[in-house]
């Protein structure tokens, strides 16, 4: 498969290179997944891809284009050179464009080390459809739930090569296997809902059906008869869940497009203090069996553990080549593309230091406030890092969860919230986001 991949990527270089271009880089994505959904125990919905992609950039002085096609033939790969060299001697000029200096390109290719792919033989309809159907009536055997509004299993295999005018040549292949279940309580203006899935790379470490459908039904039960929460300032728990999702914003202000454009509430914090003392962010691209791991970003450039912050102080941007250059620093080898656009800065696989208290630990502790397990909506400035989101999960009540909650907004700025973090200690490792249950002091809670 994969020499098909580089054959393709060879083609488009030599393609290129004949239409007058003076550097290119190309990419080849060859993909198969299988979703099945079921509902009442019988197939609801089956779908199945399959396809190569492509994707083509030219360079002429410090001008750039980007096409792509799903066509493979060599006329097709002829064509999109030809426009694509047209499109770039019409573009402006953009001084941070560029491919990597040869000398810097990762000289370690072979990803087998990072198991990013299952080596057993890919699940058939049939097996998805058996483990669909095992979750839903697992669901549905739990009291209380009315209805399984989805249950679903997936598979995909996809194989990428990437290759430049500069000699790099590398590519590798991930598999993805996943379930999901959505259960329901109650019925009419009272109904509740709740979900739970897993995804992994290895059929064998996946969750059984029965633990998925159960785990969503109890979750949908747990919610039933929700009120609003008081309005006032109360400390708040993230759920591991959706604790992420704070991790995500300092992830997103440290984007080298962002500091570039000056857009981000983190532009001038670099060595400054974002998160209490002895907390850190790690970013790890080689942690095996999972999702966002690789040995060399999207430019060719090598990956390495770096930390982007450290005791609690800001120690890095993530950058690809361009933003570099705009900002006059190194590339910290985090450039993602996909066959339609040039590369962009991406992070891989982070974890935030874990506390020493479990979740419940925590719920004991706030004393009396509200644990998030779901989030919707959101009015984020990206300047000035001033949150509000709609939220909603249980009341906490002399720590104990005392009730159900829903139609609440919780509203703070990032920079104080983030400083008032306490982690739990239940992180799940095999994510590429490692972010345990976070509680926030003194978040503006807008409830009844």
């Known amino acids: 498969m994969t020499q098909t ?14 239409a007058g271009a003076e550097a290119a880089d190309t990419l080849a994505v060859e993909g198969t997944s299988v979703s099945i959904d079921v509902r009442s125990g019988k197939l609801e919905h089956a779908e199945r891809s399959e396809g190569v992609d492509i994707g083509l950039r030219v360079i002429i002085g410090k001008r750039q284009a980007c096409v792509s096609s799903s066509d493979t033939r060599p006329e097709t790969i002829d064509q999109m050179a030809e426009r694509a060299v047209a499109m770039a001697r019409l573009a402006p000029e953009d001084p941070t464009n560029g491919l990597a200096d040869a000398a810097a390109l990762a000289s370690e290719r072979d990803v ?5 792919s299952d080596p057993t033989a890919d699940p058939d ?3 998805l459809q058996a483990d669909a159907a095992r979750a839903e009536a697992a669901a549905l055997a739990i009291k209380g739930v009315s209805q399984v509004q989805s249950a679903s299993a997936a598979f995909g295999r996809r194989a990428v090569w990437l290759a430049a005018s500069n000699g790099f040549s590398a590519g590798y292949e991930r598999s993805d296997r996943s379930i999901s279940c959505v259960a329901i309580t109650g019925t009419g203006t009272g109904m509740e809902r709740d979900y739970d899935f897993d995804s992994r790379i290895f059929q064998a470490d996946l969750r059984t059906p029965e633990d998925i459908g159960t785990s969503a039904a109890e979750r949908a039960i747990a919610r039933a008869a929700p009120r609003k929460p008081k309005t006032g300032a109360y400390p708040v728990l993230f759920d591991e869940r959706i604790a992420n999702s704070l991790i995500g914003h300092i992830l997103q202000a440290i984007n080298g497009t962002m500091i570039g454009r000056g857009s981000s509430w983190l532009r001038s914090a670099m060595g400054a203090q974002i998160l209490p003392k002895g907390l850190s962010i790690i970013e790890n691209p080689h942690r095996p069996r999972t999702s966002a791991s690789r040995l060399f970003d999207a430019e060719g450039l090598p990956t390495v553990p770096r930390a982007i912050v450290e005791d609690g102080i800001l120690k890095t941007w993530t950058l690809d080549l361009a933003t570099a250059r705009r900002l006059g620093l190194e590339s910290t080898a985090n450039a993602a593309r996909g066959t339609t656009a040039p590369p962009s800065p991406a992070a891989t696989n982070i974890a935030l230091t874990q506390g020493n208290k479990s979740r419940d630990q925590l719920i004991t502790e706030m004393g009396t406030g509200l644990l998030i397990t779901s989030m919707i909506g959101s009015t984020i400035n990206p300047n000035t890092g001033d949150y509000s989101r709609g939220a909603s999960g249980f009341w906490v009540e002399n720590g104990e969860i005392a009730y159900p909650v829903n139609e609440c907004t919780v509203a ?6 983030l400083m008032r973090i306490t ?7 095999h994510l590429s986001r490692v972010v345990p249950s976070l509680l926030v002091e003194g978040l503006t809670l807008a409830g009844e």
């Open 112 to 116: 087998s080390r990072l198991e990013l």
């Open 423 to 429: 982690p739990a200690n239940d992180g799940r490792a």
């Open 412 to 417: 703070g700025n990032l920079r104080d919230m």
């Open 5 to 18: 991949l580089a054959a393709l990527t060879e083609m488009m270089l030599a393609a290129a290179r004949k």
């Open 125 to 127: 309809p049939a097996m």
